[in-house]
């Protein structure tokens, strides 16, 4: 009884290995946000729909604040470039740099879109404030030359 147990028990570890090796693809990884990167080759080489929230982390490191957006899906918020050092000088005599940006320094914001899977869906870019900026499903739609969405595109956006 105990050979055929161990058989059983070799088999179904086999079976599980090969099911889940079949499940796994091979992550495409996305471009990086730089300053020296323009921010439309960022935007129409960021793969969507397929990026979860671990390799996002592992690949971008952690977001400057994370929050929830208008259509209720959650976002994590990257600035790059226009950093600017300041060196104050503590009562205590005792100083500190600490770099500052603000809107109209050259700060680039991107925010990374994920759906409720945790899979990122959409890439919101802004460089002066507020809903002045691009959307990398506007981007992608543009370089395909149509406005018709991929059919996994924009998916479970409300």
């Not at 129409?44 to 977001?63: D, E, N, R, T």
């Not at 259509?71 to 600035?79: F, I, R």
């Amino acid at each position: 009884m105990k050979p055929v147990l161990n058989v059983l028990l070799t088999l179904t570890t086999i079976a599980a290995s090969v099911a889940l090796a079949g499940q796994t693809r091979q992550l495409s990884m996305p471009p990086s946000f730089a300053e020296k990167l323009e921010p439309e080759a960022v935007l129409s080489a960021y793969p969507l729909g397929v990026i979860p929230k671990q390799a996002a982390f592992s690949h971008h490191g952690k977001a400057l604040r994370t929050l929830i957006l208008p259509n209720g899906k959650e976002g994590w918020v990257y600035q790059v470039g226009g950093k600017q050092a300041q060196t104050y000088q503590h009562p205590t005599r005792e100083k500190h740099t600490v770099y500052e940006t603000g809107p109209g320094n050259g700060v680039r914001t991107y925010t990374l879109m994920f759906d409720d899977k945790g899979v990122v869906i959409d890439v919101l870019y802004n460089e002066k404030g507020r809903h002045d900026g691009l959307t990398a499903l506007q981007v992608q739609r543009k370089v395909r030359g149509d406005g018709t969405p991929r059919k996994d595109e924009g998916r479970d956006v409300k």
